[in-house]
């Protein structure tokens, strides 16, 4: 059983609304009109990470931000955080919305739980796609690995202490704005670091992480299934000097998929589509604009899935490991 308060009437703002599902509450927002478009933000962050692009897509399309559960002003219950968990939960929001498809586009972890939802319920995605996502190659910045580790819930809550974590925020908004790549992400970072200050948001997080990444990086991989993307127009974003998953791994994406388009901004770190908005939304614009929307067919996913990958998983692995960034759809710059 699910009820929605307050009602789905469209707005021009970015309202936050809440459904309930399965007992715990989703914050979502919901605006614009037109094909549907559902935003996924990245691990610890919420609808807010892509708050510079959600009016601007909204002129043209119904768009979708919902706040994951253990994120936001999402519930953050002791639940299933697995990405086949967190795909179907996003199944249930489009239904409750009365929506039966969607192109999906996923930041970061959300990337992964995109794709979860295009292989779970390709009736339902139109076109998918990834920002900087996880799930195409094992590298992973150590500071998201050091989640997965013994004692990581007490000292985040000794370094976030009130005194502590207002200290640690300046700290980063600060470098944030030195003339220097590998800081220009810490104005996000210094969010999710105070989001962590809510002792359940960091038992859920902890959660998320240890489904998705070991101590050697990320454990959750499309190599294997990437061959059913022939079925989906496909796309791939990327921020030039992201810090926190290697770029090379756009160049993955484009081995493992090659009907992938593929897109990489120079001068954006791990949020292209905060460093650029208005070439992130034109980006999404010409995606949607030159392809059709994919239309399931059952006979053909099952000749798909009966004939594979042609060299199978551990080749797709394999050449990931090697691969450089061979395909970028140009378009003009910001």
Not at 236 to 254: C, F, K, L
């Amino acid at each position: 059983m699910s009820r929605t308060q307050p009602s789905n009437r469209p707005s021009n703002r970015q309202d936050v609304q809440y459904v309930t599902l399965h007992g715990h509450r989703r914050a979502y927002v919901k605006v614009g009109e037109g094909p549907v478009v559902l935003l996924l933000h990245g691990l610890g962050c919420d609808h807010t990470t892509w708050a510079p692009v959600i009016d601007t897509l909204a002129r043209r399309y119904t768009v979708i931000a919902p706040d994951l559960l253990g994120h936001g002003r999402s519930a953050k219950p002791r639940a299933d955080y697995s990405v086949g968990g967190y795909a179907n939960a996003m199944r249930d929001l489009l239904t409750v919305l009365g929506i039966d498809r969607a192109t999906v586009v996923g930041h970061s972890f959300g990337g992964g739980v995109a794709m979860q939802f295009a292989y779970q319920f390709p009736e339902r995605t139109e076109r998918l796609m990834l920002v900087a996502s996880g799930g195409l190659g094992p590298e992973v910045t150590p500071a998201i690995r050091a989640i997965t580790t013994p004692g990581f819930h007490q000292v985040m809550g000794l370094l976030t202490l009130p005194g502590v974590r207002h200290a640690g925020k300046v700290g980063l908004r600060a470098l944030s704005h030195a003339p220097c790549s590998y800081t220009r992400d810490l104005d996000e970072v210094a969010e999710i670091y105070d989001s962590f200050k809510d002792s359940s948001a960091r038992h859920a997080i902890r959660h998320v992480v240890r489904a998705v990444v070991d101590w050697r990086g990320q454990i959750v991989t499309m190599a294997d299934r990437a061959y059913l993307t022939e079925a989906m127009p496909m796309a791939v974003v990327w921020g030039e000097q992201d810090r926190v998953i290697p770029v090379r791994h756009a160049g993955n994406a484009g081995s493992f998929a090659p009907y992938a388009r593929v897109e990489v901004i120079p001068n954006a770190g791990h949020f292209p589509h905060k460093d650029h908005p208005q070439r992130f939304v034109r980006i999404v614009n010409e995606f949607i604009r030159s392809t059709q929307p994919a239309t399931y067919s059952r006979d053909r996913f099952r000749r798909l899935l009966r004939d594979g990958h042609a060299g199978g998983a551990g080749e797709a692995a394999e050449a990931a490991e090697t691969a450089e960034i061979a395909t970028v759809t140009a378009l003009p710059s910001a």
